[in-house]
């Protein structure tokens, strides 16, 4: 008799423990990720995003100027000239800024996009005017100047309907300019870059260079343009 109840229990408590085991542990109720954990990690990724294009600036800004053109072999052995052109700007909007390194010769402009450096532009005046005496960046867009004695020549660059687009014009071709290689007026020109209107302000100054290491060691945001 004894036998037997001990024998019921048994059962009545090992189907009462599998009772739960219904459900698989894939089936399991998984514990919901809260707000403030997806906001850490979106954090997260864009803080790795910001360092991967400081790190990649970095890297071409040691490069000195061997990554510049120089279309008229003005530039010396060194490469970058003593004094340059630095600075980070936003064009597209996009949050990461495009990056301006450059000397009184040419420009270029990089960007930072999927993992990678990317060289958007060189920029520098044509043949004829050599040299970029002023530089602005003035409503998001980038303007050389080359100082004539009769006058200067322009070369512009900026995004416009979701592209980069650049333009050149010189008061010596007083109707005429170029936007992305084509032919076209100089209100066309102006209507985008609004030479014209040039404030001071908006100039931008050639800062000098370490010339034993190039690596640059500032803080971005006293290059932000």
């Known amino acids: 008799m004894n036998k037997k109840i001990f024998l019921f229990c048994f059962l009545v408590i090992a189907l009462t423990g599998c009772s739960d ?55 010396g052995e060194d490469g970058l000239n003593p004094s340059v052109y630095l600075g980070i700007h936003d064009f597209n909007g996009d949050g990461i800024p495009e990056l301006i390194l450059g ?22 005046e044509p043949e004829g ?20 004695s009769d006058g200067c020549g322009y070369v512009g660059y900026t995004w416009l309907n979701g592209d980069y687009i650049t333009g050149t014009h010189d008061d010596y ?24 209107k040039l404030e001071d302000n908006c100039k931008k100054s050639l800062i000098k260079r370490n010339t034993e290491s190039s690596e640059f060691t500032g803080d971005w945001s006293e290059v932000k343009w």
Do not use: M
């Open 21 to 75: 085991t219904g459900k698989s542990p894939a089936a399991a109720e998984q514990p919901k990720e809260s707000p403030t954990a997806a906001l850490v990690q979106e954090s997260s990724v864009g803080t790795r995003q910001e360092v991967s294009w400081q790190t990649a600036y970095k890297d071409i800004i040691s490069h000195g100027g061997g990554h510049l053109p120089d279309p008229y072999k003005l530039r």
């Open 129 to 148: 005017w050599y040299i970029v005496n002023e530089l602005y960046l003035q409503n998001n867009c980038l303007i050389l100047v080359s100082n004539g």
């Open 173 to 196: 071709n007083p109707d005429r300019a170029y936007l992305n290689d084509a032919v076209t007026t100089y209100k066309a020109f102006d209507d985008i870059f609004h030479i014209t």
């Open 103 to 124: 000397d009184g010769i040419s420009l270029s402009v990089y960007t930072y996009e999927n993992h990678g450096l990317k060289k958007e532009a060189d920029l520098y």
